[in-house]
């Protein structure tokens, strides 16, 4: 048998994909940028004067949401400074000085706050039972009061869409509520608001993002070494769904901006008890007796031939 040989790479072949590479990371950049500014302005998440405190995890989330608001910082129409703060938790073998070394770097005023929840987490959830929700709870009263102690205006999350989607079914699914995960609220202490400026940003892109940039990825060992955690399942049933029915993670991302509360069954959120006939044409009401109209979506069989038909569940 001949030996194989391999094709060797050109050098203009190589420029052609170094420039490509380039030009695919460049619009990568300007999507998340302007999906992340479209985000601040749809919801006023910053304003004239705010000291945002950014958590910064050592994930590929927190990291990608730190590089935007930098970039954003540099060109917004207003003034804000951004602070960089990491809970500690003292898990076993966390590398310490990758993310001051790293935040140092970027030249970006940082806080270190070390709190060993870590061993409060493993000694009161019992073995096998998921950690998550202790873990958050410990977490979140920490950094509620650091951004006091800091005197930071608002405090910066790195959930993306496709968290706040995986909340909507969890909530739906597991605790019987229609509840998401808001791009911004006042906190449970009433002091802090929070927000999540990549509501818009799908966590593929944050993948790609996170890549490019090389960030120094500290992974979790409490919540990142449970593989059977519902929201786990959950990510994996619309990863699934996003296969096989492009378009709708979309379009359940768009539903929850588009609520219709006379539509629901939640009478304290709409009059159905007082509701009388008007004898007025209302062009944006219920027809009752008509069947439902949605989107057909185009579908391409085996063969190649175009078809039309309603995706379902």
Same mark, same amino acid.
């Given at each position: ?131 998550c929700s202790l873990c958050s709870r410990l977490r979140r009263g920490i ?8 005197? /930071? +205006?608002?405090? !910066?999350? *790195? =959930? ?8 909507? &079914? ?73 296969k096989k029915f492009p378009g709708r993670i979309e379009n359940m991302f ?22 009388? /006939? +008007?004898?007025? !044409?209302? *062009? =944006? ?8 109209? &949605? ?19």
């Amino acid at each position: 048998m001949p030996d194989l040989i391999e094709p060797q790479t050109t050098a203009p072949d190589a420029l052609k994909i170094a420039r490509r590479t380039d030009h695919e990371s460049h619009k990568l950049e300007k999507r998340l940028c302007r999906e992340v500014g479209r985000a601040i302005m749809d919801f006023n998440m910053i304003e004239e004067g705010d000291k945002v405190m950014v958590c910064v995890s050592g994930g590929k989330d927190s990291y990608a949401m730190l590089d935007i608001l930098l970039k954003l910082q540099k060109r917004a129409p207003i003034n804000f400074s951004l602070i960089a703060v990491n809970l500690d938790q003292k898990q076993p073998g966390f590398p310490e000085h990758i993310l001051p070394e790293y935040l140092s770097k970027l030249g970006v005023p940082f806080h270190i706050e070390n709190q060993d929840t870590y061993s409060i987490v493993k000694r009161v959830v019992p073995e096998g039972k998921t950690l998550c929700s202790l873990c958050s709870r410990l977490r979140r009263g920490i950094l509620y009061r650091v951004a006091g102690e800091l005197g /930071a +205006t608002k405090i !910066a999350l *790195g =959930h993306h869409r496709d968290d706040m989607l995986q909340t909507f &079914f969890l909530n739906m699914f597991f605790a019987a509520k229609l509840k998401g995960m808001p791009p911004k609220l006042v906190s449970d202490d009433g002091k802090n608001i929070v927000i999540r400026p990549m509501a818009y940003v799908p966590e593929t892109d944050l993948s790609r993002w996170a890549a490019v940039q090389h960030f120094p990825i500290i992974p979790c060992t409490l919540c990142g070494s449970q593989e059977n955690l519902q929201r786990k399942q959950v990510g994996n049933m619309l990863r699934e769904w996003d296969k096989k029915f492009p378009g709708r993670i979309e379009n359940m991302f768009t539903a929850l901006q588009n609520i219709v509360p006379s539509h629901l069954m939640d009478g304290k959120r709409h009059d159905f008890k007082g509701i009388k /006939a +008007t004898g007025v !044409a209302d *062009g =944006h009401s219920d027809k009752a007796f008509d069947a439902d109209e &949605f989107v057909a979506q185009p579908n391409t069989t085996a063969e190649g031939v175009s078809v039309i038909q309603l995706q379902s569940f």
